[in-house]
Nanobody
């Protein structure tokens, strides 16, 4: 079965950096778009960053210039480099992709930014 596994979350001070990873099994990331979402307590899940199969990227305004999404096709892995983190970035981060109209999600990784 398709599985997405995130890693790299943790506790960091404001201004710090983290790199999240999402590795897929039984699905080929290189021919699909992948997304990073996040969900803070009491808030709806929101799209943070996306990367297409051709490598085009898109970001929510609040992270532009601070976050970078990338992929390593050989490792079937998507990354989210997060710099200059702010307390409002605190959330559970999820990676997402779709295959044949069905969405797939990872289990999520907690990112906590202290002020």
């Amino acid at each position: 079965q398709v599985q997405l596994v995130e890693s790299g979350g943790g506790l960091v001070q404001a201004g710090g950096s983290l790199r999240l990873s999402c590795t897929a099994s039984r699905i080929n990331f290189s021919i699909r778009a992948e997304n990073w979402y996040r969900q803070a307590p009491g808030k709806q899940r929101e799209s943070v960053a996306a990367i297409t199969s051709s490598g085009s990227t898109n970001y929510v305004d609040s992270v532009k210039g601070r976050f970078t999404i990338s992929r390593d096709n050989a490792k079937n892995t998507v990354y989210l480099q997060m710099n200059d983190l702010k307390p409002e970035d605190t959330a559970v981060y999820y990676c997402n992709t779709n295959m044949m109209g069905k969405p797939y999600w990872g289990q999520g990784t907690q990112v906590t930014v202290s002020s």
